[in-house]
């Protein structure tokens, strides 16, 4: 039987290979219902505060909101974000006990929960409402996560699109996690003075580095490490070097 493809089509193939590096490969494909299960088995055990929270049908709604997560580069770099992401919003989340790495996404709320309205909440703990208000404008819901914070802890479609809209996102001078997991990001002289490597750790330094980097070994930043490891271990991919961000400066100190 002979079929025939359109030019246009052509043409929208080509964009999408140009755009992800590869021809538009969904999130599924890596991530399934059993690898997501794998991963996360502990997050509905009963001692969870979060249990029954976070869903394959949330992450993977969530995740087709941006399309370029998980489907740019080759499959190791696919597989490497997966891991990264992973890793860091296991670590976010953890319940479970020490060194074991398996006790991520029990909470979905951080336990300090003291002072403002915009403390921790979804797999990325996303905190300050300046995060709150650009990740709803991100997200398409402009202020609705301002009026309504908790939405991020109530809606596991919401929690799953601000954990991965901060992943995706640039902000002043810190690169998106995503361009450095998948090596698109070439560091500033700043960066470099800073000691700011491409790798895990700069990730690390993303996201808690005035807490938990440029102070040499910290336990949060090896458990981070060893999350990162375990998936890594379980998509087949290596880890890539500097991992950590011990000696590196947080971007907040230039």
């Not at 020490?98 to 709320?109: E, H, L």
Request: charged letters at 20%; one cysteine or more.
């Amino acid at each position: 039987m002979e079929f025939s493809v359109s030019p246009v089509a052509l043409s929208c193939l080509f964009f999408l290979f140009l755009i992800t590096g590869t021809l538009a490969q969904d999130i599924g494909s890596i991530v399934t219902r059993d690898l997501f299960e794998q991963m996360l088995s502990f997050r509905n055990n009963d001692v969870c505060p979060g249990k029954g929270f976070y869903t394959y049908e949330a992450f993977i709604t969530g995740a087709n909101s941006f399309p370029a997560f998980g489907t740019t580069g080759d499959d190791t770099a696919r597989k490497k974000e997966v891991a990264a992401f992973f890793g860091q919003t296991s670590h976010e989340t953890n319940g479970g006990s020490a060194g074991t790495f398996t006790g991520g996404y029990c909470f979905v709320r951080e336990g300090n929960q003291m002072g403002s309205g915009f403390y921790g909440r979804g797999p990325i703990q996303l905190t300050g409402q300046s995060n709150y208000e650009r990740a709803g404008r991100g997200i398409g819901v402009g202020q609705d996560l301002v009026n309504n914070p908790d939405k991020v802890a109530t809606d596991p479609v919401i929690s799953f699109k601000t954990a991965i809209w901060f992943w995706m996102t640039a902000q002043d001078n810190k690169p998106s996690c995503h361009n450095v997991i998948i090596g698109r990001w070439t560091p500033s002289p700043a960066d470099t003075s800073a000691n700011r490597k491409p790798g895990y750790g700069v990730i690390t330094n993303i996201i808690n580095g005035g807490v938990e980097c440029g102070k040499g070994r910290k336990d949060e930043v090896e458990n981070r490490i060893g999350f990162y490891k375990r998936y890594c271990g379980m998509l087949n991919v290596p880890t890539g070097d500097n991992l950590d961000c011990y000696n590196q400066r947080n971007f907040s100190q230039g």
